[in-house]
């Protein structure tokens, strides 16, 4: 999780920095396709065929679109809002998780984790400011990116027991790289302008991939609960990304907002880690 937390952010910096040159539909299909071109070469040789074959491939297409669709609203946004401003925002999405996890895996979840559900929207609209000097509309493009993957690793949960974490990858990356294609029929591509370029275009696919398939490999070995609060790192590294390659400062607002959202999320992880003996809690 913390190679995850390292890797994610400097893909997304580099999506921030190929959208002042290219169209974001061609950044899009590049993270995936580079994605699936990685997948393929890695586990193709120990997996072959079987690495497509799932027990579960009508969910598996769905999670998978979901993601494209999630992916494509982040990096369009990145094109207005600030990397720690998104980022803040899409870190809003264990507080999701927890709420669909009720009518999705029918879960329980008791009255102090639906409170610290509650603060954490509260310190999303602290951060958005819904209304005020620091909001943009792009925001609201994160908010529908953080919805979507909240019902993706929903059913990437559902699915967890059936596929292995190689074959759930490749289909994320597969079914990514088909529909993000379908960008090239709106708007023509643009080729990479120099050799810095190409190896960004690169990069945002290999970090795009490793990145997701060490979460997955995470989640594998080791509880949610003892996992997931390392994925906070990456709120710290996007705000050094943001502010030694793209010079931005979050305002105090969002300051406030991230420090509601991290303690809601840091509280939901506590409760479900002791929830089991006290399931109503």
Known sequence: MLMASLTLPAMNAGVKYLND???SGQIVWARYAGHLLVMIVAFMPFHGIVLLRSKRTGIQLVRSLLLFIS???FVYALRYLELAVAMAIVFTTPIVVTALSVPFLGEKVGPRRWAAVAVGFVGALIIIQPGGAGYHWAMLLVVANMIMFSVYQILTRKIAADDT???TITYTAMVGAVAAGLFFLVEPGVWPISVWHWLLYFLIGVLGGF????????FQ??????VAPITYIQLVVSGLFGYLIFTE????WTWIGSAVVVASGLYITYRER???PYPNR
Request: aromatic share 20%; proline share 10%; glycine share 4%.
């Open 21 to 23: 040159f290219y169209p």
């Open 71 to 73: 992916t494509a609203f």
């Open 165 to 167: 974490p190689e074959t």
């Open 211 to 218: 990145g997701q398939y060490f979460v997955v490999k995470a």
């Open 221 to 226: 070995y080791s509880l949610a609960s003892v």
């Open 249 to 252: 400062i979050p305002d105090l």
């Open 274 to 276: 002791h929830r089991k």
